[in-house]
C-alpha cells in the first residue's frame, strides 16, 4: 500500500501568483506545493484522490498515465477543475475513467462538467459517475469513509487497513465530528489538513491538528494543504518527532 502526496498546497498554491513565497523559503523544494491530491496504489488499484488544476503536472511529475478509479473529496476548484484531463487518463486506459463521490456531490459534478460524463456530438463520454459507498474492499484492504466539516459545506475523509496497518487520508476539514474521531482512532498514518498556525474558519489550524492528533494516537502525523505561511524546514524543526509536513511527491506506506 503507498500513498504518494501528489500536491499539499492550499487553493493558492506555495508560491501564491506573484512568487509571493510569504515566510517560505524559495531555496528550499519542498517548499513549492501544487494544490491538494493524493494517489493511493492498494491491492492492485490506482486511486487518484481528487483532480485540482495542477492534476496534468503531477501525474507527469509521478510519471503515471492512468488510473483505475477518482475520488473527488468536494467540489470546491482546487479539487476538482483539473478533471477535463480525465480525457487523457480514459484515452491511455481506452476505457471511461470511473469517478467516485458523495451522491449529492456527483449530481453538481455532473451538470457542472456534462461534456464528460455524456459525451457530444464529437466526443465520446471519457468518465461515469458512481456514488460512493460506506465501504470498499479491495482484496485485503479495507477502505472507509466519512463526511468532515468543512466550512459550510463536508469533504470527504478515508481510512485504508491492509494487513494489520493503517493509513487515513483527511484533506479540507476545520474540526472533529463523532464519525473522524472513531475512524480516525489509533490509525497509523494520517495526512492531515493543516492551513496555517492562526485559526481559520474553514481549515484546520496547526494547534488543533496536533492536538486531536494526540487525542487519537496516530503513529505518524503528516501536514497537508499548506499555505505560504508554513516553511518545511522552520515547521519540521518545531514539530514533534512523529509529525512531520507533507511535500509534493511524497511517498509513504509499505
Not at 491491492?43 to 484522490?49: D, S, Y
Not at 494489520?164 to 489538513?193: C, E, K, P, Q
Not at 505560504?228 to 509536513?245: C, F, H, K, V
Request: contains cysteine; glycine residues 8%.
Amino acid at each position: 500500500m503507498k500513498l504518494r502526496v501528489l500536491g499539499c498546497g492550499t487553493s493558492s498554491g506555495v508560491p501564491r501568483l506573484g512568487n509571493d513565497w510569504g515566510t517560505c523559503d524559495p531555496a528550499d523544494p519542498r517548499n513549492k506545493r501544487s494544490r491538494a491530491a493524493a494517489l493511493l496504489e492498494v491491492a492492485g488499484t490506482r486511486i487518484l484522490i481528487d483532480c485540482g488544476p495542477d492534476m496534468r503536472e503531477q501525474l507527469n511529475a509521478a510519471e503515471i498515465g492512468e488510473v483505475d478509479r477518482v475520488i473527488i473529496t468536494h467540489d470546491h476548484a482546487d479539487h476538482l477543475h483539473g478533471i477535463d484531463d480525465l480525457r487523457q487518463v480514459a484515452h491511455n486506459r481506452g476505457d471511461q475513467v470511473p469517478v467516485f463521490g458523495r451522491p449529492e456531490l456527483v449530481n453538481r459534478i455532473e451538470e457542472r462538467f456534462r461534456y464528460l460524463f455524456h459525451g457530444n456530438a464529437l466526443y465520446p463520454a471519457v468518465a461515469r459517475l458512481e456514488p460512493i459507498k460506506e465501504e470498499w474492499q479491495l482484496g485485503e484492504a479495507r477502505l472507509r469513509f466519512c463526511d468532515q466539516p468543512h466550512g459550510r459545506i463536508t469533504s470527504l475523509g478515508m481510512r485504508i487497513d491492509e494487513g494489520g496497518r493503517s493509513l487515513a487520508y483527511a484533506i479540507d476539514f476545520h474540526t472533529m465530528n463523532r464519525a473522524m474521531t472513531s475512524l480516525y482512532d489509533r490509525v497509523d498514518i494520517w495526512v492531515a489538513d493543516c492551513l496555517r498556525r492562526r485559526p481559520h474558519p474553514t481549515h484546520a489550524h496547526l494547534d488543533a491538528v496536533l492536538g486531536w492528533a494526540r487525542e487519537l494516537r496516530v503513529g505518524q502525523l503528516y501536514l497537508s494543504h499548506l499555505d505560504n505561511s508554513m516553511d518545511y524546514a522552520q515547521l519540521a524543526a518545531e514539530l514533534p518527532d512523529w509529525a512531520a509536513p507533507a511535500h509534493d511527491g511524497l511517498e509513504i506506506g509499505w
